[in-house]
């Protein structure tokens, strides 16, 4: 009779399991392990809208997971809005994407928005990333001027 009750038993556990890893997982984790990892909020300089300052505005992301994942339809935003969405790109296991305000050329490690006016505020913002689906996976907020220390 225990062994029966034992392998009636074992779905309903396997699956209280498989609901729990689900329930009690971060949105990182659920993400394959992409989140923000750093925002680079306040080009160094004049802000005088070159493409250089431009571009050294950033988020990076990291993908702290075993494995690639694929970012198409992801989208990156601020506060108000601005939107950047990811093309059919993936980031490795364990590797960092910048994503720069300006225009250049997209590598694996750099993507460039395009803009031609800077997004993150100097004094306070949230950069927020979400899945295409519109699940949020990661967001990180400031309300200092030191760029440096925003790690998220």
């Not at 074992?10 to 392990?33: C, D, K, N, Q, V």
Request: charged share 20%.
């Amino acid at each position: 009779m225990r062994t029966i009750r034992l392998r009636a038993a074992l779905p309903a556990l396997a699956g209280a399991a498989l609901l729990a890893g689900t329930l009690l997982s971060t949105p990182a984790e659920a993400a394959g392990g992409v989140r923000i990892h750093h925002v680079w909020f306040d080009s160094p300089g004049p802000d005088n809208r070159s493409n250089t300052s431009l571009n050294a505005e950033w988020v990076q992301i990291r993908n702290t997971g075993g494995s690639a994942v694929s970012l198409k339809g992801w989208v990156l935003k601020d506060a108000s809005n601005h939107t950047y969405v990811f093309p059919n790109v993936k980031i490795g296991a364990g590797k960092y994407m910048k994503i720069h305000t300006g225009t250049g050329k997209d590598t694996t490690s750099d993507k460039y928005q395009g803009r031609h006016a800077y997004v993150w505020n100097n004094d306070k913002d949230t950069a927020t990333l979400t899945k295409a689906s519109g699940a949020k996976v990661s967001s990180c907020s400031w309300t200092t001027r030191d760029p440096s220390d925003k790690y998220c």
